[in-house]
């Protein structure tokens, strides 16, 4: 495909009407995760889909619709998480421990000094 | 240390995933950025602004792209996950199209990129298949009240790109001047296309 029309800097046509597709930088990592397992065919689209259909119609039973607070990419990596343990390639307590793990890593780990 | 489960960073929480698919060599990180800059930078609502643009200057192309829009979209190069079975919408006098998914956010991804966030909030979700009219005009968009409306509820099966009405005074414009001033909000349903 062939670009015609400029597609970068601020003349663009529509791309996004001024909103970032991702608003903070874990929301890309989760969406990336999702399209890529479905890819590689770790899980169909409509597996990931109907968890996170459930994610979200728990949020929103739990918090009611016009709380501003809903968050979708939070819903979507616990889709995600959701869709691998039934696929049985994450067991239920493996995000949780690795995420301890990293917690405890001291202040400034990912900067060299 | 440990943290309850609900109150997980998801910034923290991702990266935990992303660590141990990568070691279990599930993920390619590589793969998966390629992933995320095709959606970032390439993928967007430009597609669809280039669909609606030919339908509405090669009135073959506009019938070929409402009776199989799938093939149609196929044939400008727009293809891909989220794009298996698009049907189009044509935007007339009689009727105002404008497209939801009550459940969770199934979008056209090939010819509009990823769902801006108010298509994806709960309240939009709900409120504009209860009540339409009102919910446009909120977002600025009052449909004459002699104009039906039709809300068409996206699923895994069935995604929808709404055709809007050419602006009048656009006669003289070729199809690239006419993708400039097809905004998203147009091709969902929400907004019309204006040539100011």
Redesign the interface.
Known sequence: MTALLDTDGPGSPPRDNGELVFAEPWESRAFGMAVALADAGAFTWDAFRDRLIARIARWEAEHGVDNPSFRYYRCWLRALEDVLVSAGELAPGDVLNRSSTLAERPAGHDHDH | ???P?DR?P????????????TE?G???PS???R??AT????V???NG??VVARAWTDPGYRAALLCDGTAAIEE???SG??GEHIVVLEQSEEVHHVVVCT????YPWPVL??P??WY????Y??RVVREPRTVLSEMGLDVPPERRIEVWDSS?EVRYLVLPQRPAGTGSWDA?AL??I????AMVGVAEVSAA
């Open positions: 240390m440990s943290i489960p997980i998801p910034a923290l929480r991702t990266e935990a995933l992303e660590q141990l698919l279990r599930l993920v390619d793969v998966m950025e992933f995320i959606y970032e930078r390439d967007g609502p430009l602004a280039r400008m190069g727009f996950p989220q459940l969770c956010s199934c990129g990823l801006p966030s994806k909030d709960p309240a979700r709900a895994a690239d993708a400039g097809v905004t998203r909000d």
